[in-house]
């Protein structure tokens, strides 16, 4: 009888939550896209698309440096987009003669297709059809990736082609514009789609783990220690002894997960001096 009370009321209780979440789902479905901030909307006017197997991709390509021959390739996170780089941007086009940086299949003002099989691989394979794109194949490339993209630059590493806190949390705006991107064309649609690069992580962990281990080009890590997804010591030890050759540059203790928007200034001088030191 006890055991028969108590199913009756999980019962209940699963059907209370589940009145309480279809109308929030609904809205979450179905509510229109925020508007563009001017910030936004600037950097995508002033960006560009190309095609990839029927697909709009969103990039921004910027000239620097005169004279310079570097060129930086940015690989964004998960779920966000290209923006996320846009406090450094400046700064990285007066070290690099070209800059570019492009919205991955599913996220910011890519094409977000549904259903889609969305893959590590694809996206690899989009940054270098990118590169063939703007007729860069065969020049030497610098990858600058965060999060997500940190596993496509590990799966271009293993294709060896020659493509080669609390104290600094985003302005509301800064939220607002991330969200603007991820619900622009549908993108919260694809967001269960999207994540199945989790799985794909964990599935390929040995091909990729292996990519960084056996390379010979310097890599360089930028770290915040109060990443809650990579957290401190305990990652950052594991990190040096799978990858001992690879430098290691570590930012305020307050820096978290998302250090190029939250200490841009510190994020540009790490990465500047592990550029400049070969």
């Keep these: 009888m006890v055991r028969r009370d108590r199913l009756r009321r999980m019962r209940e209780w699963w059907v209370q939550v589940g009145l309480l979440a279809m109308p929030l789902l609904a809205a979450y479905l179905h509510i229109p896209p925020p ?21 709009r991709i969103f990039y921004q390509d910027s000239l620097g440096v005169v004279g310079s021959p570097e060129i930086v390739v940015l690989l964004h996170g998960f ?29 910011g003002f890519s094409d977000k297709p549904r259903p889609h099989h969305y893959s590590i691989f694809e996206q690899a394979s989009i940054v270098e059809a990118l590169l063939r ?19 496509v630059a590990q799966e271009l590493l293993y294709s060896l082609t020659p493509v080669f806190g609390p104290y600094t949390r985003p302005s509301e705006s800064e939220l607002w514009d991330m969200w603007a ?13 999207l994540l199945q690069y989790i799985n ?13 281990a056996s390379v010979t080009i310097p890599i360089h890590f930028i770290y915040g220690p109060m990443d809650p997804i990579n957290p401190y010591p305990e990652f950052l030890e594991l990190y040096r002894k799978t990858l001992p050759r690879s430098t290691v540059s570590i930012l305020d203790d307050h820096i978290s997960h998302y250090p190029q928007l939250e200490d841009p200034m510190g994020f540009l001088n790490a990465y500047m001096g ?5």
């Design 79 to 107: 779920p966000t987009s290209s923006y996320d780089w846009y406090k450094i941007w400046e700064g990285l086009t007066l070290r690099f003669h070209r800059v570019i940086a492009l919205d991955f299949l599913g996220f």
């Design 181 to 193: 991107g991820i619900r622009n064309n549908d993108g919260n649609l694809v967001i269960d789609s």
């Design 35 to 55: 508007q563009l901030s001017p910030a936004l909307h600037s950097w995508k006017t002033s960006g560009k698309f190309f095609t990839y197997k029927g697909l």
């Design 200 to 212: 794909q992580r964990k599935k390929f962990r040995r091909r990729w783990v292996g990519a960084l």
């Design 133 to 151: 794109h703007l007729g860069l194949q065969n020049r030497r490339i610098n990858l600058l990736s965060h999060d997500y993209g940190d596993i």
């Design 274 to 278: 592990f550029i400049n030191s070969f």
